[in-house]
């Protein structure tokens, strides 16, 4: 357990920091601290830039930890759309199974593309859990809804659509909200687009099918 192993000469050349700049990165973030999380901040992309550092407050009766706490980022983004957009080939993932010759290379525009995939679920179980709208917090935006409803008298059934967009993977979301007779709802995203105009030419077909039921637009 006492054995020094040297690190290769590749390892070294390839490090992102080497001994002699961890240490004065170190002496820095304690002498300037506030200067220099300000500086590893901008590492990042953020969607609102912060102007506010820290707001940290250790005591008996309050314990206070705010970091970077003005401004707004997503750590998805982060690890995932800006490298699909700036090195789409470079490798993201090596997933290896149980078997060591199973070997699998993701790259970030394939790991992008499953992420956009499989973000409808993330949407659907949202709305499985309440109201719609308490879910569309920041990195979301109701860009659009239509309501539909089926004659004048009440109680009618009626389908309400929201068009939402995602500031995460730069996608639209419509979702279909169904209120019955006799109180019975059902919520579900029924389609995920690139652009706000093809979920538009979407519901307008869909407004076509429901007109042929005689559902007529309300709002």
């Known amino acids: 357990m006492n054995d020094i192993y040297k690190i290769k000469d590749e390892w070294l050349k390839n490090a992102k920091v080497n ?7 170190y002496k820095e973030s304690i002498s300037d601290n506030e200067n220099f999380w300000s500086e590893q901040g901008k590492r990042i992309d953020w969607f609102k830039p912060y102007n506010k550092i820290k707001d940290v407050l250790y005591s008996k009766d309050e314990v206070k930890i705010k970091w970077y706490f ?9 690890c995932v759309d800006r490298h699909a957009k ?18 699998k290379k993701i790259s ?9 995939e499989n973000s409808g679920d993330f949407m659907d179980q949202a709305m499985e859990n309440g109201n719609l709208l ?7 935006k109701l860009e659009k809804n239509y309501l539909f409803a089926y004659g004048d008298k009440e109680p009618t059934p009626w389908y309400f659509y929201f068009i939402i967009s995602s ?12 209120q019955g007779i006799e109180d019975f709802q059902v919520a579900y995203c029924i389609k995920k687009v690139k ?3 093809l979920a538009i030419k979407f519901l307008k077909k869909e407004q076509k099918k429901l007109e042929k039921n005689k559902f007529y637009i309300k709002g």
């Open 70 to 78: 003005d401004g707004t980022t997503n750590v998805s983004y982060n």
């Open 167 to 178: 500031k995460i993977n730069k996608c639209f979301y419509i979702i279909l909200f169904f």
């Open 19 to 25: 001994k002699e700049q961890y240490e004065k990165m």
């Open 108 to 116: 970030y525009k394939k790991l992008e593309e499953d992420v956009v």
């Open 86 to 103: 700036n090195t789409p080939d470079k490798t993201a993932i090596i997933w290896e199974g149980d078997d060591p010759a199973k070997v």
């Open 134 to 140: 308490d879910h569309v917090h920041s990195n979301f």
């Open 195 to 197: 652009s706000k105009n």
